[in-house]
């Protein structure tokens, strides 16, 4: 059971990223997923679900409007689009299965740096 | 959004004390409240969901209690691999936050 998340790199502000996230080792279209970061030295924060299905997603209000959640199933993939970055999205990016109504799997995480 | 308060922010203890954490929801999260283990340079681990069910693989030394607004991590007996920080996450409505952490540290 893995997840590995891929994309993070430095980008100026106001500009856009996607991130990846590569599932493997379950049923994948089972399960809801999420995205969480985590600033710097700091804890950890929700960014996004997205459904099993895909059809249902849902958004911090520090994102909302600029961050879309997609998922394709049948590649056993999560697709986080950043658009309109500000300097403090700069983070670490998880994504991370839901199992129980908590996060059982993570990935290791992909660093975004928002700079000028 | 639910504020999620954790005590104490940081912790001395030695190898073999009984160590508790205390996460306090700023309304009820019924059972819905789980605890994660983060070492430095790692993603966070999984170590009780729903309050009290230890998670697979996780040692026994590792229990949870609470219900409603107050929820505490019990370390039986702390080990040299538990130095670490400690979160508390709820899940009973969105947006699921965290508690800010409680930093596990060698006395």
């Known amino acids: 059971v893995q997840l590995v998340a891929s994309g993070g790199v430095v980008v100026q502000p106001g500009g856009s990223l996607r991130l990846s996230c590569a599932a493997s080792?379950?049923?994948?279209?089972?399960?809801?997923m999420h995205w969480v970061r985590q600033r710097p030295g700091k804890g950890l924060e929700w960014v996004s679900l997205i459904s099993w299905s895909g059809d249902y997603t849902n958004y911090a209000d520090s994102v909302r409007g600029r961050f879309t959640f997609s998922r394709d199933n049948s590649k056993s993939s999560l697709y986080l689009q950043m658009n309109s970055l500000k300097t403090e999205d700069t983070a670490l990016y998880y994504c991370?299965?839901?199992?129980?109504?908590?996060?059982?799997?993570w990935g290791q995480g992909t660093m975004v740096t928002v700079s000028s | 959004d639910i504020q999620m308060t954790q005590s104490p922010s940081s912790l001395s203890a030695s190898v073999g004390d009984k160590v508790t954490i205390t996460c306090r929801a700023g309304?009820?999260?019924?059972?819905?409240l789980n605890w994660y283990q983060q070492k430095p340079g790692k993603a966070p681990n999984l170590l009780i969901y729903?309050?009290?069910n230890l998670e697979s693989g996780v040692p026994s030394r590792f229990s949870g209690s609470g219900y409603g607004e107050g929820f505490t991590l019990t370390i039986s007996s702390l080990q040299p691999e538990d130095f670490a920080t400690y979160y508390c996450?709820?899940?009973?409505?969105?947006?699921?936050?965290f508690g800010q952490g409680t930093k596990v540290e060698i006395k």
């Open positions: 729903t309050a009290s």
């Open positions: 309304q009820s999260v019924s059972t819905y």
């Open positions: 991370a299965k839901e199992q129980n109504d908590a996060f059982d799997i």
């Open positions: 080792g379950f049923s994948f279209e089972d399960y809801t």
């Open positions: 996450q709820q899940s009973y409505t969105s947006p699921w936050t």
